[in-house]
T-cell receptor
Framework: DGGITQSPKYLFRKEGQNVTLSCEQN?????MYWYRQDPGQGLRLIYY???????QKGDIAEGYSVSREKKESFPLTVTSAQKNPTAFYLC???????????FGQGTRLTVV | GIQVEQSPPDLILQEGANSTLRCNFS?????LQWFHQNPWGQLINLFY???GTKQNGRLSATTVATERYSLLYISSSQTTDSGVYFCAVAITGNQFYFGTGTSLTVIP
C-alpha cells in the first residue's frame, strides 16, 4: 500500500540529547513537510523540501534540522537547542504544484 | 502569515443531528483542505477544496475563495464523527497554515 510511514510512534528523550524522527513515503511525491502540533493547537510548519537536496525553513525551524538525500525520505532532527521539544510531530508529502497533502501517523516526542 | 479562524471551537451533538463548521482566512489562497484528526492523532483527508462544492457521503464542503471562507457540513452525525476537524490553507505551493480546529463530540 502507498503511504507515509513515520517512526517511531513514541519517543522519549533526555534533556540535552539530539533525536531523529524518521519519515518515509512511497507515493513518489516530490515535496515533503514536517509539522509540529501542541495540545489543543493546530499544526505549524517546521521545514519543507520540494526536491531532493533542497529544503526551506518554515515558521518554527529554530532548534530543528533536516536532510533530503533521497526522494522517499525526509528525517527530522530535534536538537538540544530546541527549548520545548515535547510535542506531536507529523510528516506530510505532496506532488508538485497545488495539490492535496497526505500525512503520516505522527511521532509523539516526550522530553524526560 | 495568513490567519485561519475556525468556528465553533467546540461542538456537542446528539447522534443524528446536522452541523456546519466554518473556516475563515485572511488572505487569498490557492489551496484548502479539510481534515479529521482521530483520537490517535492521525489526520484523515476529508476534502481538497480550494474552490467550489464537493460531497462525500454524509459530508460536504463549500469554499467561496473570493469571500475567504469555507464550510464543512456533517449530516446525520454518528459517534465515529467525533474528533477534531481542521481547515488548512496555503497561499503559495503546499505550505499549509492550520486553524486551531473544531472539537466535535457526538453523543449517542
Amino acid at each position: 500500500d502507498g503511504g507515509i510511514t513515520q517512526s517511531p510512534k513514541y519517543l522519549f528523550r533526555k534533556e540535552g540529547q539530539n533525536v531523529t524522527l524518521s519519515c518515509e513515503q512511497n507515493l513518489n511525491h516530490d515535496a515533503m513537510y514536517w509539522y509540529r502540533q501542541d495540545p489543543g493547537q493546530g499544526l505549524r510548519l517546521i521545514y519543507y523540501s520540494q526536491i531532493v537536496n533542497d529544503f526551506q525553513k518554515g515558521d518554527i525551524a529554530e532548534g530543528y534540522s533536516v536532510s533530503r538525500e533521497k526522494k522517499e525520505s525526509f528525517p527530522l532532527t530535534v536538537t538540544s537547542a530546541q527549548k520545548n521539544p515535547t510535542a506531536f510531530y507529523l510528516c506530510a508529502s505532496t506532488r508538485s504544484g497545488n495539490t492535496e497533502a497526505f500525512f503520516g501517523q505522527g511521532t509523539r516526542l516526550t522530553v524526560v | 502569515g495568513i490567519q485561519v479562524e475556525q468556528s465553533p471551537p467546540d461542538l456537542i451533538l446528539q447522534e443524528g443531528a446536522n452541523s456546519t463548521l466554518r473556516c475563515n482566512f485572511s488572505d487569498s489562497v490557492n489551496n484548502l483542505q479539510w481534515f479529521h484528526q482521530n483520537p490517535w492523532g492521525q489526520l484523515i483527508n476529508l476534502f481538497y477544496i480550494p474552490s467550489g462544492t464537493k460531497q462525500n457521503g454524509r459530508l460536504s464542503a463549500t469554499t467561496v475563495a473570493t469571500e475567504r471562507y469555507s464550510l464543512l457540513y456533517i449530516s446525520s452525525s454518528q459517534t465515529t464523527d467525533s474528533g477534531v476537524y481542521f481547515c488548512a490553507v496555503a497561499i503559495t505551493g503546499n505550505q499549509f497554515y492550520f486553524g486551531t480546529g473544531t472539537s466535535l463530540t457526538v453523543i449517542p
